[in-house]
Each structure stands twice: as structure tokens, then as C-alpha cells.
């Protein structure tokens, strides 16, 4: 039995070791695959407000601008678009950019209150900005610094009405503010990690203390097997987990060496039927670290991560056939003066109730939120008929709800449909579908002025 006990000691350790390689192992990749998204997240919110702002401006107006031309109407015009971000979007500064052509960047319209970049002045080169004037939108992976203070910045080019590119919209965001969003985020990661971690340690170490104090009081109990033999069963039972069939109990009234054998053998079979239960909570484990990657834990929608991988999707489709494709933007309105005023609980609401009309109007697996206050719908096999018919029922729904919220829920929408013709990816869908309900939102604030984003 010394042998068997031998054998089962070193079970035991192997089991606790690998499990807790495992554990370290999905709580790295837990850590890396969440500070990823996150950061993808938001990149892509950075590239949103530049991208926004860039569609916003006059390319013909913006590339005639001159130093001179500050009290002209079409000075004043760019320069209250780019005002309206700087006042109603959670950045550093926004910007109007010009390419002197010989690799030097330089300030067109600055709207920035205090020390605002000179008309003329000379801007911090990054690559980011490099791609923005060849036309290719990014972000800088890296922080630069200037004057003004130490950045990350989203860079997105200006369109004539040739096509051309007559400048760029830069957008800084705090570099501090940036590095300290994903290192809280991997930090908290981390932590829960190291907890779990330590949790299921102890718990390993519990149960093999266990069941190896039972196997212990086993080889005891073998030398003097004894009518007392059904309640060193129950022991067992209790110890593992397992429910012994009430036929076992004769196979203990055998002789002494057969009884030990057997009854060594139940104990490393209900180790292994534990490590059985093990994985399946590792299957669990890995179940979540899907959902957290690929779900949107405020409104349990797909987030940025399912939204590109549903692009790739499609844009794959798009270059064999498709019949159908339409897609929605929709935003949320007043989201920052609600956030602002009345606290960021209360903007999650808002958030929360504009994701589940669109999951109830849409289902919830075609619904993603790609942004703060942005969700996109992507409705394969569907006409712009059939899009404005959910519109309608969307207005319905939101109404409806409107009646029992003390702040009104507003959302602008916009869609448009695949043509096979136009179309060569699914951002071609896209930005048809963005300018419309960038044209609707403009129609909402036009009428309900008291609700703007300030």
C-alpha cells in the first residue's frame, strides 16, 4: 500500500501543478486579449471624432484658407465645426492641418482657447499623420511631443470635390490619459487573474489534502476491515463527491488484499473525476474570456472586436457574391450633456435602454456598439425597405419608452443598402451609412437645440 500511496502523492502533485499552468497560462492570455481590445476600442474612438470632423469640413473652402482669412464666412464656418468637438468631445485639442509638400506639416485652424498652433506654424511630424496626407486615416502607435504637452493623436484626411486631399483634421488625446486607460485595465485583469489564480490554489490544495488524509485513513481501515467497513464508505463518499452503488459494499467484504486494491483504485478514480470537473470549469473559464473579448459587458452587444471580425466576414462574401447587405449607423444624441449633467450612471442607462430597443427592433446579434455613444447594424439578406420599416418600429419603440424615462432617449440613424456595382467592401456600405446619420443628427440638433452636446 506504501506503493500505491507513493503513486498517489505524486498524482496529486502532477494534477496541482498542471492546473495551476493552466490558470496562469488563461489568465496571461485573459490580460493580453482584453488590454487588446481595449485599445483597439479606443483607437478606433480617436479615429471616430477625427473622421467626423473631417467629413464635417469644406475641402474646396479649407484648401483656399489663407492667414488673412480669419474673418472671412468660410474661415469662421470650418473653424465652428472643428469648436463644436473641442467643446463637446472628451479630447486635448482638435486641429486643421496643411501639407506644405516637403515633408513638413503646418496649422491651419486651431479653435483652442489658450495658446492656440499659429496659422503657418510648423507641426510635430509623426508616420500617422504621414498616411493622412496620402489618404489612409490612423492613429500614432507611439506618443510624440510638443509645446502643448506629450499626445497620442488620430489624423484623417480632407476631401475636395475632386477627390483630391485639400488637408487633414488632427486630434489629440493626453498620452497619460491613454497609457493609464489600458494599464488600469491591465492591472484589474492582472489582479482578478491573481486572485482566481489563488482561489483555485487553495482549493486545489483542500481537496488533495483531503482525499489524501482519506486515502491515509484507507490503508488503516484495510488491516481491520470490520462491520464498520459501510461508514469508511460513507467517508468516502463524502470526501469525493461520488455516490457509490449500494452492490460495492459487498465487493468490500472480500479479503483484505482485494479490498485494498479496490478501494485504492475508487480514490484515483474519483481524482481523475475531479480533474474531469476541472476542465470543465476551464471550459467555462475559457467560455468567458470569448465572451469578454467579443462581447460588449455594458449593453451585452458585439463589440468593436465581433464588429471587425464581421466585417472581414463580409468583405470575404463581397468578393464571391452577395445578394442582400444592408447596413445601419445609429447615435445616440445628448449622450455627453446627459453624462455631464446628470452622471455617467445615468448615461449607462441611456445607453443601456438605446441598446435594447435596437436588439428588440434588430435581434441582438446583428447589433454592435462600436463606440461610446455609436452602434452599427449589419442586416445580411435585407432591403432598404425592410431597414426603414425597423426604423419605423425603432421611433415606435423609443417613443413608447420616452414615457417613462425622465430623459428622453434620441437617436439618429442612418442606412444604406449593398450595390453590387458601387460597392467593392463593406466600408463603402459604410460611410453612405455614417453620412446619412450624420445628416440626421444635424436635423435633430437643428430642432432641439437645448439638448446639443456641450
Do not use: C
Amino acid at each position: 500500500m506504501n506503493k500505491e500511496s507513493s503513486f498517489f502523492t505524486r498524482f496529486a502533485v502532477i494534477t496541482a501543478v498542471l492546473l495551476l499552468a493552466v490558470n496562469i497560462l488563461l489568465g496571461t492570455i485573459l490580460t493580453n486579449q482584453s488590454a487588446k481590445a481595449l485599445q483597439s476600442q479606443i483607437r478606433a474612438r480617436m479615429l471616430d471624432v477625427s473622421n467626423s470632423a473631417a467629413a464635417l469640413l469644406d475641402g474646396d473652402e479649407l484648401e483656399r484658407l489663407t492667414a488673412e482669412d480669419v474673418d472671412t464666412e468660410e474661415y469662421q464656418r470650418a473653424l465652428s465645426v472643428l469648436r463644436a468637438f473641442q467643446e463637446n468631445v472628451d479630447l486635448s485639442y482638435i486641429y486643421g492641418i496643411r501639407d506644405m509638400g516637403d515633408g513638413t506639416f503646418t496649422f491651419t485652424i486651431d479653435p483652442a482657447v489658450d495658446d492656440p498652433g499659429e496659422f503657418g506654424e510648423e507641426i510635430e511630424y509623426t508616420d500617422a499623420l504621414y498616411r493622412a496626407s496620402i489618404g489612409i486615416a490612423g492613429v500614432d502607435e507611439i506618443a510624440y511631443e510638443d509645446r502643448w504637452g506629450r499626445f497620442y493623436s488620430a489624423y484623417s484626411p480632407v476631401f475636395d470635390s475632386q477627390g483630391q486631399i485639400a488637408g487633414m483634421v488632427g486630434v489629440d488625446f493626453d498620452a497619460e490619459w491613454y497609457e493609464n486607460q489600458i494599464k488600469r485595465h491591465r492591472n484589474t485583469v492582472f489582479i482578478i487573474s491573481v486572485l482566481s489564480l489563488s482561489i483555485g490554489a487553495f482549493i486545489v490544495f483542500l481537496i488533495t489534502g483531503r482525499i489524501r488524509k482519506r486515502f491515509v485513513e484507507l490503508n488503516t481501515e484495510v488491516k481491520n476491515l470490520t462491520g464498520d467497513m459501510k461508514e469508511l464508505s460513507r467517508e468516502l463518499r463524502r470526501a469525493s463527491g461520488r455516490h457509490m452503488e449500494d452492490e460495492e459494499d459487498d465487493h468490500v467484504d472480500a479479503d483484505n488484499k482485494d479490498s485494498g486494491d479496490k478501494d485504492s483504485y475508487d480514490v484515483v478514480g474519483d481524482l481523475n473525476h475531479m480533474v474531469r470537473d476541472l476542465r470543465e470549469e476551464m471550459r467555462k473559464y475559457i467560455t468567458d474570456a470569448h465572451a469578454l473579448a467579443y462581447t460588449d459587458t455594458l449593453t451585452n452587444t458585439g463589440n468593436r472586436t465581433a464588429y471587425f471580425d464581421k466585417v472581414d466576414q463580409i468583405n470575404r462574401q463581397m468578393q464571391k457574391d452577395v445578394s442582400k447587405l444592408s447596413i445601419a449607423v445609429l447615435d445616440i444624441n445628448g449622450l455627453k450633456k446627459v453624462n455631464d449633467e446628470q452622471g455617467h450612471e445615468q448615461g449607462d442607462k441611456l445607453i443601456i435602454d438605446a441598446a435594447d430597443s435596437l436588439s428588440t427592433v434588430f435581434g441582438a446579434n446583428h447589433v454592435y456598439r462600436i463606440g461610446g455613444d455609436e452602434f452599427v447594424v449589419v442586416l445580411e439578406e435585407a432591403s432598404m425597405d425592410s431597414v426603414n420599416e425597423r426604423f419605423a418600429a425603432l421611433d415606435q419603440k423609443i417613443m413608447e419608452l420616452n414615457r417613462t424615462r425622465e430623459i428622453p432617449l434620441a437617436i439618429s440613424k442612418g442606412a444604406a443598402t449593398y450595390h453590387k456595382d458601387e460597392d467593392k467592401e463593406f466600408n463603402d456600405i459604410f460611410r453612405r451609412a455614417d453620412k446619412e446619420m450624420y445628416t440626421d443628427k444635424a436635423n435633430y440638433y437643428a430642432t432641439h437645440g437645448d439638448r446639443r452636446r456641450r
